[in-house]
């Protein structure tokens, strides 16, 4: 993929749900199309329940579109089953929560190491590397620790190493710092900044904080299902 070109687009994207009166269908995301250059940090913005998470969720593979299309470079990944999808998005995204979403009858270790496993790499092979990822993230000492034993900045940390452990394109991150104290977010942004020059990885990041936005290349605000420039 050439430096010019684009990681993610999407083109056209709607999505409605059903409301809680069960008639009429709440329109979330209204004919939203936009392209994220590699190589590039975006922020979308927007306050609760404006469909930011929804568009990340679907430009991530995680849900489908009720119309429109969603491109990887030439690969129109809106169309592929669950199956595909699942392989697609292990190889190629990393994922950031804002609950982090640690499995918790497993070590801060084995949670890092489980994308590697699952793309059939060796238990230690996978082990080497993640335990490098906690290394460079701070948390190497708690590797045999459960998520419940980790405070938020710690959760949080071996989750940016999870996203990390197959080498993806891009980092999709979701509020990663929502539950996080000032310090923390301070440091888990600074990070998360970092990712594009250390790992020359693309990031989309979801905030409702426009002060965190503004630290991007690109800033977009989702309002009222539509997305605008900022």
Do not use: C
Not at 7 to 32: F, P
Not at 183 to 197: A, C, G, Q, V
């Amino acid at each position: 993929m050439a430096d010019n070109e684009f990681v993610l687009k999407g083109e056209g994207i709607n999505k409605s749900y059903k409301s809680e009166q069960g008639e009429a269908r709440l329109e979330v995301l209204k004919n939203v199309s936009l392209e994220i250059k590699k190589g590039s940090i975006t922020a979308i913005v927007g306050s609760s329940g404006s469909g930011k998470s929804t568009l990340l969720h679907i430009l991530g593979g995680l849900d489908k579109p009720d119309s429109g299309a969603v491109y990887w470079g030439d690969q129109l990944i809106s169309s592929m089953n669950s199956d595909q999808l699942a392989d697609f998005r292990n190889e190629n995204i990393g994922f950031v929560f804002q609950f982090h979403h640690l499995l918790p009858e497993f070590t801060a270790l084995e949670n890092v190491s489980m994308p590697a496993l699952i793309s059939g790499m060796s238990i230690e092979d996978s082990s080497k590397r993640a335990l490098q990822l906690l290394e460079r993230f701070g948390v190497a000492d708690r590797r045999n620790h459960r998520p419940t034993q980790l405070s938020g900045g710690e959760q949080q940390r071996v989750s940016m190493a999870r996203a990390l452990m197959n080498k993806p394109s891009i980092i999709l991150a979701d509020e990663p710092t929502g539950n996080l104290d000032d310090s923390n977010t301070s440091t888990i942004l600074d990070m998360l900044f970092e990712l594009r020059k250390q790992d020359d990885v693309t990031v989309l990041l979801i905030t409702h904080e426009k002060a965190i936005a503004q630290r991007s290349d690109i800033v977009l605000e989702i309002k009222n299902g539509e997305l605008s420039s900022l």
